[in-house]
């Protein structure tokens, strides 16, 4: 994945959970090999895992991945679901390990 589309993602988790510690996580992903993998912290502690997979968005330009994500309603899906980690895939939200 492209820097361009790691800072937009970054942005897009930054704007939606203020206040929280963003974490980059180097973890290879069993189903495509790579992504771009973020843990949220809060007072010492891990509170959402969000792993957004190049399969995702490498048919997109840089400009429309906020869409997407927006789209996918990824920020929503994390805050329901709780630590239990969000993987963002070209069909939408999956959870758990991709």
């Not at 930054?14 to 510690?21: S, V």
């Not at 997109?60 to 239990?84: C, H, K, P, Q």
Request: glycine share 6%.
């Amino acid at each position: 994945m492209n820097a361009d589309k790691k800072k937009i993602i970054w942005a897009y988790i930054e704007n939606h959970f203020p206040g929280h510690e963003i974490i980059e996580i180097n973890e290879q992903s069993s189903r495509t090999g790579q992504g771009y993998n973020l843990a949220l912290k809060k007072e010492q502690r891990t509170v959402y895992i969000v792993s957004v997979l190049d399969e995702a968005v490498e048919n997109i330009e840089s400009a429309a991945v906020t869409e997407l994500l927006d789209s996918y309603s990824v920020a929503d899906v994390m805050r329901n679901i709780g630590d239990f980690p969000v993987v963002v895939t070209c069909s939408g939200c999956i959870f758990g390990s991709p």
